[in-house]
């Protein structure tokens, strides 16, 4: 019997997800999402790592129907907390550091991301994106791995992912170079995983 979460299996399945969970997301109206988000942005906000003004903290610039972090960013930035935003160079993502209302440029794959000539940041504080994920904190994302590498190379960094209640599925097919986040917070609950 095959087995369904065996590395062997999982890329396809996590692509027939991936293409189901982004067209799910998609689907959402915009005012739901509109009113969606600030409710994820108080919950991310009421985790205790941020009791201590952590950080850098690093988030993303949503693009399509992503969950938007831009509210928890502009809370964060008023406390004082060093922020940045990923930018892909070569195949590699790093970390630049940003502020709100700060310029951001295109960064390749529909993304902005700050100016080349920001400085590189090492995060203390991940914030992710999500095409879906599950309860035991694994996600799946558009597919590079670049937060997978990342969090690797890292080490003890704490990940949030943040996402729609809907985007969660039973069980995310992982592989073992995958890693689990630390939180999943939606609009409708604090998932913390591991």
């Not at 992710?128 to 035991?136: H, S, T």
């Amino acid at each position: 019997m095959t087995d369904p979460f065996s590395s062997d299996s999982a890329a396809p399945k996590k692509t027939a997800l991936r293409e189901a969970a982004l067209a799910l997301r998609d689907r959402l109206e915009i005012d739901d999402r509109l009113e969606w988000d600030p409710l994820i942005a108080e919950r991310v906000l009421a985790l205790p790592v941020f009791n201590d003004g952590a950080g850098p903290v690093s988030a993303y610039w949503p693009m399509r129907s992503e969950a938007d972090p831009r509210p928890i960013l502009e809370v964060l930035h008023e406390r004082g907390i060093p922020l940045c935003l990923p930018a892909i160079v070569g195949q590699r993502m790093l970390f630049r550091r940003w502020a709100p209302y700060e310029p951001i440029v295109p960064g390749g794959f529909g993304t902005l991301v700050p100016q080349p000539e920001q400085p590189e940041v090492v995060p203390a504080i991940l914030i992710v994106p999500l095409a879906a994920f599950d309860r035991r904190g694994y996600r799946i994302g558009y597919g590079k791995g670049h937060y997978d590498a990342k969090l690797t190379e890292l080490g003890p960094v704490i990940s949030i992912g943040i996402a729609y209640a809907a985007q969660e599925i039973a069980a995310v097919p992982d592989e073992p170079h995958d890693r689990r986040l630390d939180w999943i917070v939606t609009e409708r609950e604090t998932v913390r995983c591991g």
